[in-house]
């Protein structure tokens, strides 16, 4: 662990701060991640449809498997074409 | 051998404070186990437990406890205490100076009559920071951050913004401690307030800054003066973020600094490849962003930007040039070392592979010095005009001075503004009707910036353009380097 001093004013605080919630989610494509654990998919089906009926656009996407982090290409894929992201945790 | 720990307190007697890796040390070890015998005496032994001998009066000081707690500059040193309170102390190795202080009159017989000594452990530059923050505390003041252990530094800095989109040295108090050893400016002084935000700025927090840019202490002053340069109303660094044109301050160094921070002049000196000119500007514009909040994207507004504004630090060749420097053009002593902050885009090439006399090469230059910005403006901004060694050879060889040079310059950027009216030959963009008639000069008197630098082969200068002048805008504004 490395402890560093901070560079900046200090004016915010020193923890990152989180994304902005979005106001709505009407018009937003959110992401779907099942992390591969058996029945995610039931429950990011029943998900899709409550946030399908909220206007939001739902991409799918699913780890390789659950036990390893998701690969760097499937995250820039979330980030870059989803506005927000729920990672299923199901077991 | 005895440890005792963490003491800063001296036993009553005679004190030696020794290592082995010292000549003059190894050379006195017969003369402290002599006087083991007739005195009170104890040795402590900076890098080897059993040195001079392996003996209840050596103690070992291998974490340098007891060396840095009594300011031990030089091994040997030897201590006279009385009640616990030094008295008066002794260093290196004089054969009088050791008689008269111990009242041993035969002491060290056969031994040279003087050795200097060694640097003590607990000065090395690379062992005396830790110490510091070991034995000393700190008084530094600014917010712990600390990592998490699965974070990478680098990317923990990333993060939470700290970068100018190259990595950064991540700042550990160790490495502020050591920068901090570059000025004699305490840790807590006020150095300017820091645009756009107007945030005080510590010395504390420009070595932050300063380590994360990859600068070395001996550096730092230069930052300091930089800094201070680019936060004063003349230089105007909150427009400068906030226009739309692609501008950021560029800096150039005179002076004897140059040398001893090994600056490049040379080959590539608008480039790359050289740490000092690479990681001091960068420092202040990370001082910019970090402490002042002037983020791309936020005030920092430029529509396209430009590669400078990672920071740009000319040296100037002052030794290869027949004239003045720029800083001594600027109201400075050819000995004063100083940095000037100006305003402006990147360099742009001046290409002039055959002219050989002076009229033509003048012409040439003018003719490019003309567009600069745009050939429809004239007297809003300044200029920089980089001239390489080749470039300026055909005007010394000539036998114009600086001056010479500067006058037939004035007479050849001298523009009808007929020319450049709005509207004249079909181009909209251009000067106001009201100046119909009239002969203008590209830039106002001072505009425009001289300053020699480059590789000994090759007919190209550099025209680096500004931005808005005078109190609208950005003047240059220089500072002299002090530590």
Known sequence: MTTVLDPTSEAKPADREKTTRPESLAGLTVGLLDIKKPRGDVFLDHIEGRLTALGAKVNRYAKPTFAKPAPVDLRHEIAASCDAVIEALAD | MTEISGAAMLPDGLVAVVKRDCETCVTVSPVLEALAKTAELTVFTQDDATFPVDADWVIDDTDLSVSWHNDIETVPTLIRVNDGVEVERIVGWSVDQWRTFTGDGSLGEGLPEFRPGCGSLSVDPTIAPGLAIAFGGTSLTARRVEFASLEDDLEAMYDRGWTDGLPVV?????????????????????????????????????????????????????????????????????????????????????????????????????????????????????????????????????????????????????????????????????????????????????????????????????????????????????????????????????????????????????????????????????????????????????????????????LFSSILSGWLTGEMGSVPVTREITA
Request: aromatic share 4%; glycine share 10%; hydrophobic share 40%.
């Open chain 2, 170 to 458: 991540p700042p550990t108090e160790e490495r502020v401690m050591r920068m901090l050893e570059g000025t004699t400016r305490e840790a807590g002084d006020i150095v300017t307030i820091v645009p756009p935000n107007l945030h005080e700025v510590t010395v504390e927090k420009v070595a932050i800054n300063a380590v994360m840019a990859g600068c070395k202490p001996e550096y730092f002053p230069v930052v300091l003066a930089a800094l201070e340069a680019v936060c004063t109303d003349e230089f105007n660094m909150h427009g400068v973020l906030a226009t739309t044109m692609a501008v950021g301050p560029v800096f150039v160094v005179n002076g004897p600094i140059r040398k001893e921070l090994a600056m490049n002049s040379g080959i590539n000196a608008l480039g790359h490849g050289t740490r000092a000119n690479a990681t001091i500007p960068r420092a202040v514009q990370l001082i910019v962003r970090n402490v002042g909040g002037g983020y791309p994207g936020g005030v920092d507004r430029s529509t396209q930007g430009n590669p400078s504004k990672l920071g740009l630090m000319i040296a100037e060749d002052e030794e290869g040039s027949p004239w003045t420097s720029y800083s001594e053009d600027r109201g400075f002593d050819a000995g004063v070392s100083t940095v000037t902050a100006f305003c402006s885009e990147g360099p742009h090439t001046i290409v002039d592979q055959i002219s050989r006399t002076p009229e033509s090469l003048a012409k040439s230059l003018a003719a490019s010095l003309l567009s600069s910005n745009s050939p429809r403006m004239v007297m809003g901004m300044d200029a920089m005009l980089v001239l390489s060694p080749e470039h300026i050879a055909r005007f010394a060889d000539a036998g114009w001075t600086k001056a010479r040079f500067r006058e037939e310059l004035d007479s050849l950027l001298a523009v009808e503004a007929d020319t450049i009216i709005r509207g004249a030959d079909g181009i909209e963009e251009g000067m106001p009707e009201a100046f119909a008639g009239h002969t203008l000069p590209k830039f106002r008197p001072g505009g425009l910036q001289i300053v020699h630098a480059g590789g000994p082969a090759g």
